[in-house]
């Protein structure tokens, strides 16, 4: 029998419930205090011995609190003599950073992944990690849920939508999530006005007019990003521009930002602390993680 034991955060302990509802498990709640001088405390206040286990921490921030803690719960799961500990993070904090950009920097990613495996997890599952193939930094086997698909069925998306990414690299978010609901996608290439010096961001092939668009990205951090694409595809004739991304990091004015560029709703998959706005819609996704980490993991 698994046994999912939840993080010390509501967004944790709410995705945790859901995974164990999904799977028929037992969940466990983690004991957590600071000490004086800032430090996390965690405690699994169950005995574990023998089952597999899943422990559920999202990497929200204060990012290295949260990486901590979950590297510190797979730890005290071994303690507790767990067979299998699979570390479930919803969001992977530095994935962005995974490569060195510069001479002298750190892949960050590979850090926190080589990290949970040495704290003795034994298997390892995000939701739409920035880069798949960063997962090659996790020693033992990883699983990348990706939650388009899913997320579009929940919403009742048709394939009358153009879905769009916001760059050539997030192409294949946007190919895999249009192919699955029957629609055409493209992606949006930035170009600069030799003469005005204005940027304007476009589709590649498609004419966009009258078309109702679905951006799709994997983080919103400033929403610069999807603000910049909505306002040049507004200006180019769009009847509707909505976004879905995988993680909304909840940075104070970006919803704002976004809403002003003419976008009318985001849909946001249940990884991160909720942001309260009513232009955002959570879609949980924890029945899909569950189904992919009991296939992934055979449990
Ligand atoms: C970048 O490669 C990511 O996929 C997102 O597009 C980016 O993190 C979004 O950042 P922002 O919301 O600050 O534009």
Redesign the pocket.
């Known amino acids: 029998m698994t046994i999912v034991v939840a993080g010390p955060s509501k967004a944790s302990s709410d995705i945790a419930r859901g995974i164990a509802e999904a799977m028929g498990s037992r969940m466990v709640t983690v004991e957590s205090k600071r000490f004086p001088d800032g430090e996390s405390y965690v405690r699994i206040p169950e005995d574990l011995g023998g089952e597999d286990v899943i422990v559920v921490h999202t990497m929200a921030s204060p990012q290295d609190r949260s990486v901590m803690e979950l590297a510190m719960l797979v730890d005290a799961a071994r303690g507790l003599g767990a067979s299998r500990v699979i570390a479930v993070a919803p969001y992977t904090a530095y994935s962005?950073q995974d490569t060195r950009f510069l001479p002298g920097e750190p892949v960050s990613i590979a850090v926190v992944l080589k990290l949970l495996y040495a704290s003795g997890s034994t298997g390892f599952a995000t939701v739409e990690i920035?880069k798949e193939h960063s997962l090659r930094h996790y020693p033992g086997k990883a699983v990348n849920v990706r939650p388009y698909t899913f997320m579009a069925r929940s919403i009742g998306l048709g394939g009358d939508i153009l879905v769009l990414a916001?760059?050539q690299?997030?192409l294949p978010r946007a190919e895999g999530l249009a192919r699955s609901i029957d629609a055409e996608y493209d992606y949006l290439v930035k170009h600069r006005d030799r003469v005005t010096g204005e940027v304007v961001i476009e589709p590649k092939n498609i004419d966009v007019n009258g078309r109702e668009v679905l951006i799709v990205?994997?983080?919103?951090?400033?929403?610069?990003?999807?603000a910049k694409a909505a306002k040049s595809l507004l200006s180019m004739g769009a009847k509707r521009v909505n976004v879905m991304v995988a993680h909304l990091l909840g940075i104070p004015g970006?919803i704002e930002r976004i809403a002003s560029s003419g976008v009318e709703r985001i849909y946001a998959a249940y990884t991160l602390p909720r942001v309260d706005d009513p232009r955002v819609s959570y879609i949980d996704v924890s029945s899909l993680i569950a189904g992919e980490v009991s296939r992934g993991f055979k449990l």
């Open positions: 962005r920035h916001p760059d690299g997030a990205d994997d983080i919103i951090s400033t929403g610069g990003t999807i970006s």
